[in-house]
């Protein structure tokens, strides 16, 4: 069965303190791996697209990476507008359904 | 631009009413869905639009109908829904069923 897990499923941070979220997959064949971000009351933000095992993307603290079992999003030197939900997606092959499945999102919380 | 539209932001409705929740985007995708998630949870799916053609719909109850009268704008039209229907309601474009989806700000929807 097709499946996404994130953890932690909550992170408390202090300002600076550099971490990684955790998104493991099982799908019968993976053709795009997607990280948003969520602030409370509002609509996902798109951040990544991650489609091969190896690549990397990055955007201004935030880098993520993919293997074939699992993906991170690092947090390097957090500040306390990086808090937020961050969920992971998955969209398997043959993809062209457009059906995202979903991880239950780490909720990173960032003190100053 | 990236930026899909939802009005209104807001909805408060009672379980005799008829209404409507609104969706736009000006990007040229082809795919547009429709969302629903509820507190602490993952955005799940209710409908997906390929080429303003239903192609997926997730055994929602028949009190939810969408519609897409143009590439540009979806609609989802409510009626006799119940308490628990009430959540975030999201729309999503994206280029294809391939890639990733740009999310709207979502309309919260109370049912009393």
């Known amino acids: 069965e097709d499946q996404v897990t994130q953890s932690p499923e909550a992170l408390r941070l202090q300002e600076g303190e550099s971490s990684s979220l955790n998104c493991s997959y099982t799908v019968s064949g993976l053709r795009g791996l997607f990280w948003y971000r969520q602030d409370p009351g509002k609509g996902p933000e798109f951040l990544f697209t991650?489609?091969?095992a190896g690549e990397e993307k990055e955007k201004e603290r935030l880098k993520a990476t993919l293997t074939k079992k699992e993906s991170f999003l690092h947090i390097t030197a957090p500040k306390p507008e990086d808090s937020a939900t961050y969920l992971c997606?998955?969209?398997?092959?043959?993809?062209?359904?457009?059906?995202?499945?979903f991880g239950q999102g780490t909720t990173l919380q960032v003190k100053p | 631009d990236t930026e899909v539209t939802q009005t209104p932001k807001h909805l408060v409705m009672g379980m005799t009413n008829k209404k409507s929740l609104k969706c736009e985007q000006h990007?040229?995708?082809?795919?547009m869905y429709w969302y629903k998630q509820k507190a602490k949870k993952p955005p799940e799916l209710m409908f997906v639009?390929?080429?303003?053609?239903?192609?997926i719909n997730e055994s929602v109850p028949s009190r939810f109908s969408p519609e897409c009268p143009n590439s540009s704008l979806l609609n989802l039209h409510l009626h006799a829904l119940q308490p628990e229907d009430s959540a975030l309601y999201l729309c999503?474009?994206?280029?294809?069923?391939?890639?990733?989806?740009?999310f709207g700000p979502g309309t919260r929807l109370t049912v009393t």
């Open positions: 991650l489609y091969s």
């Open positions: 639009y390929s080429y303003e053609k239903l192609s």
């Open positions: 999503a474009s994206s280029q294809s069923g391939q890639v990733e989806q740009y």
């Open positions: 990007m040229g995708h082809r795919a």
């Open positions: 997606a998955v969209l398997r092959t043959p993809g062209n359904t457009g059906k995202l499945i």
